[in-house]
């Protein structure tokens, strides 16, 4: 079996910094709001909008609402999209998409389009990792690091514990 190398790209330290430096960047945009809703792309998405929710709630007294969406990242027609809120809720509402790494846009363009059929006041995009390779029309709004990677590679954050790390193999 071949094992591929793997290079750390984003310590535990550095993706607390980072994530710090969004939820600042959050409050600049949005700090004459009373709330915002922070969306979790299920899995290590959902980790990374409640590590940024944490942070967020240590700089501002913004009231963060979180909740979860969950698609199917490779075929996201095959399978219903679920929000763990009903849709309604996010009307008139600034809502920030969250995931851990852009590659495609795939997964954060059709959880934004599902999302944008509540009539948002804002949709904006929220990602650990951007690798610039897109095939669809759309983009991170906040950035935690941009990586050019060749097509071949790919960017993984993972969990060990209550630590997190990002590696590209």
Same mark, same amino acid.
């Given at each position: ?8 790209? @984003?310590?535990?330290?550095?993706? %607390? *910094?980072?994530?710090? #430096?969004?939820?600042? *960047?959050? =409050?600049?945009? /949005? /700090? +004459?709001?009373?709330? @915002? ?9 959902? $980790?990374?909008?409640? =590590?940024? *929710?944490? %942070?967020?709630? +240590?700089?501002?007294?913004? %009231? ?10 490779? +075929? ?9 809120? %009903?849709?309604?809720?996010?009307? $008139?509402?600034?809502? =920030?998409?969250?995931?851990? &790494? =852009? $590659? ?5 363009? /059709? ?9 948002? +006041?804002?949709?904006?995009? &929220? &990602?650990?990792?951007? #690798? ?10 906040? &950035? ?17 514990? #209550? ?5 590209? *193999?």
């Amino acid at each position: 079996m071949e094992t591929k190398e793997r290079t750390q790209i @984003l310590d535990a330290w550095e993706i %607390e *910094q980072t994530v710090r #430096r969004i939820a600042h *960047q959050i =409050l600049e945009d /949005y /700090y +004459k709001e009373k709330s @915002l809703y922070f969306v979790g792309v299920k899995g290590i998405g959902s $980790n990374m909008a409640k =590590l940024l *929710q944490k %942070e967020f709630a +240590k700089i501002s007294e913004i %009231e963060v609402i979180y909740t979860e969406i969950a698609l199917n990242k490779d +075929k996201p027609l095959a399978e219903s999209i679920d929000l763990k809120r %009903e849709l309604s809720e996010f009307k $008139n509402k600034h809502v =920030l998409l969250i995931d851990d &790494v =852009l $590659n495609s846009g795939r997964t954060l363009i /059709y959880a934004a389009a599902h999302l944008l059929d509540s009539a948002p +006041k804002s949709l904006r995009t &929220v &990602v650990l990792v951007d #690798r610039t390779h897109r095939k669809f029309p759309i983009r991170a709004d906040y &950035v935690g690091m941009t990586l050019s990677t060749n097509l071949k590679e790919h960017v993984a954050v993972e969990k060990e514990g #209550r630590k997190y790390a990002a590696y590209l *193999q």
